[in-house]
């Protein structure tokens, strides 16, 4: 269908937790919400899956301390209309503290993308960044590089309206220090399958 | 590198569309179809729209009873993922058959375009066509022209598979019979504002 002669209902934040309280979609079904459309999620194969699970690793290894909470594939409260599911968020605070909703600033989001890297560059890149989101992590397992985005600013030509000024690919070979962890230095080959 | 965004949005079935608005959380008067699963927002009608829907209306009715009757922007049950409400329907039978269930069996449909024209031959016609509905008619208000379909046949070119292989384009001096009502002779002029 073309997106051109068709418009299609966009969902709020709010209307797609009452459709998840209402038991409306089936066991199982993965979705996120990103800017109002439902959107599907694919199955993951495991170097996906692997992808994940160190960089969860790494970064529960530097995040340690309790002021911070490492999630895997939780949701996150982006905006009024987005409530997408990264592979991995860090978020300050204590688990109880999201009993009442979900987090809605993380600290750093990362996903881990194999076929769909333009979903994850674009328009996740995007919304992320018109959320003020300050640093997004791309780990880009086609290309075996962490992709770096940080300092989010307004641009008109982004799906969103905003993108991320700052853009660094990182070869296996280099390090990052996530801006939440000034003096952790990770080992990019530490997060790559 | 070229890189084509990718994305899935939850399709519904007609069960769960009206699950949603017995639910409340789809409300009545939002202007929508379900669609082959997706929730398309209807345009809002120009004055020669609601003209040409009542003139329709008008010059039908008596020549489709009493087998059948007219029907203005009612659901109609058309396959398990769409629930399209079209401008007008002609369906079998009074009133009073519908009581419990949409109709599901219409003998003609018809969508008055103007601004939604190529979404209504390529997109809608599909759609009916695949559901054999017999015969649609686009009253087609940029052109002063009423279009019949006829004959659905499986087309592997068209978007659901399935498409009319009868097309008339009538003009203002010409006239029509709906296969509903043979003996009936409608004045396109009639029905154009």
Redesign the interface.
Known sequence: MSESIVRTRRWSRLEYDRLIEEGVFQPGERLELLAGQLVVREPQGTPHATGIRLVTRALREVFADDRWIVDMQLPVALDEESEPEPDVTVTAGDPRDYLPSHPARPVLVVEVAEANLALDRKEKGSLYGRARVPEYWILNLRDRVLEVYREPHPDPSAPHGWAYRSRQSLAAGEHVTPLGAPTARIAVADLLP | MS????????RWSRT?YD??IA?G??QED?R?ELL?G????RDRQSPGHAYAIEAVSEALRDAVAPGGHVRILSPIALDGESEPEPDLSVVPGAIRDYRDDHPSQPTLLVEVADT?L??DRE?KGSLYARARVPEYWIVNLNDRVLEVYREPGPDTSA?YGWAYRAVQSLNAEEHVSPLAAPTARINVADVLP
Do not use: G, K, N
């Not at chain 2, 890189?3 to 939850?10: A, F, K, P, S």
């Not at chain 2, 997706?38 to 927002?41: G, H, M």
């Open positions: 890189e084509t965004l990718q994305v899935r949005t939850r769960e699950r949603l639910l959380i789809i939002e929508l082959a997706e929730l398309v927002l939604s190529t979404f997109y978007l």
